[in-house]
């Protein structure tokens, strides 16, 4: 597999200076206009409906796990209602392999915001993190990123979804 290098676009910009910050560890970067991902998400990822799905998920037999499951459910309902907050699964659920619930973010600061605090709050929850790219198996597969313990994932069902 190749890539596309994560230069593209700088080819021709000036060399970055190599001087150390006065932390003797961090590099001195020049003043430069801000990158357009902080106002809106980088292609291929499609925003028109929503930008990344965080996906919660906890062991469906651990009483004291599913309480805090629906305890944080509730919390993320009430700090941060301008996100889509879909219902609390108590079993699998598509390509989920045990209880979850889903939250979807509209744009980079809420995602920042979500991931950010559920860094800390998320106690013993595994979550999901995809973006939408209209490839939903590549998103759940290559694209994923997990905070805490991976789940394996039932992708046959996914291979079967139409890109869109």
């Not at 593209?8 to 932390?23: F, R």
């Not at 801000?34 to 919660?56: R, T, W």
Request: glycine share 6%.
């Amino acid at each position: 597999m190749t890539w596309d290098s994560p230069l593209k676009g700088y080819e021709n910009a000036e060399p970055l200076p190599t001087n150390v910050n006065a932390d003797g560890k961090s590099l001195y970067n020049p003043p430069g206009p801000k990158s357009a991902a902080y106002e809106e998400f980088p292609k291929p990822i499609d925003s028109s409906d929503n930008g990344f799905d965080f996906h919660v998920y906890y062991i469906l037999h651990n009483e004291a796990e599913a309480k805090f499951a629906k305890e944080l459910h509730e919390r993320i309902r009430r700090e941060f209602p301008e996100l889509r907050i879909f219902k609390f699964w108590d079993r699998p659920y598509g390509p989920h392999p045990t209880g979850m619930f889903e939250v979807d973010t509209f744009n980079p600061h809420q995602t920042g915001a979500l991931f950010s605090w559920l860094a800390v709050n998320r106690g013993p929850c595994s979550i999901l993190i995809h973006p939408n790219t209209g490839d939903t198996y590549k998103d759940h597969t290559e694209l994923e990123i997990w905070m805490g313990r991976p789940w394996p994932l039932n992708v046959e069902k996914l291979k079967t979804m139409p890109k869109v």
